[in-house]
């Protein structure tokens, strides 16, 4: 059983402790008594028991490729299960939060320094290619014939092609024809193609190459 030595005089209807007393008490009454200021634990001889040990650590050093040390903001250690393998014992991992240095115009980053000009440019880039991806498949017939009225003849084939690979749906496949004749209407270059087609047609009376006739 634990023994407490008494700080504080302390009496009750059958007992009477000195502060200096050596008392074996259970463990209940050795939790509620071993406070720090009425007794503590000690051994037999009256010695106090060490403290429970408490795990502390100093906040790691954390040095960059180039020797520079970086500044941490946060760290601790987190209890982890052991290796495969690993014989007994408990095991921790570091994790460790670090401000990574802006790079001035004159550091020698990867790739040099960077433009901002050239960020907007490639952001600009990336949302043109997003808007470009349109997916027939997240929208509804309507949506996407109202769509197909305000792209190009390219843009079109695309989708028309992905409806038809996806939900292929009939309202939309219907409207195929009439859908890649307006997207060429709109195309300069297509309508001007199709005006010179039909006026070859209008020309050779129906386009064909008209049968040679000879008279022998």
Avoid at 2 to 15: M, S
Wanted: overall charge negative; glycine content about 10%.
């Amino acid at each position: 059983m634990p023994h407490i030595r008494v700080l504080e005089a302390v009496a009750g209807a059958d007992f009477s402790w000195a502060p200096g007393d050596i008392v074996e008490v259970s463990e209940e009454a050795a939790a509620v008594w071993a406070d720090g200021h009425r007794a503590v634990l000690a051994d037999e001889d009256g010695a106090c028991a060490p403290a429970p040990s408490e795990r502390r650590h100093l906040v790691p050093l954390v040095v960059g490729e180039d020797g520079q040390v970086l500044e941490v903001v946060d760290a601790g250690v987190l209890d982890v299960e052991p290796p495969e393998g690993a014989a007994g014992g408990s095991w921790v991992r570091w994790s460790v939060t670090v401000r990574v240095p802006r790079l001035s115009a004159d550091d020698d980053g990867p790739g040099g320094a960077v433009d901002p000009a050239d960020v907007e440019n490639e952001e600009r880039e990336q949302d043109d290619v997003g808007a470009a991806l349109f997916d027939p498949d997240q929208h509804s017939n309507r949506e996407v014939l109202a769509y197909l009225e305000t792209v190009d003849e390219e843009e079109v084939l695309r989708v028309l092609d992905a409806e038809a690979t996806g939900q292929n749906r009939a309202g939309i496949a219907k409207m195929r024809d009439q859908v890649l004749e307006a997207a060429r209407r709109r195309n300069p270059a297509g309508a001007q193609a199709s005006a010179e087609k039909a006026a070859d047609l209008s020309r050779g009376g129906g386009g064909e190459p008209t049968p040679e006739t000879r008279s022998w």
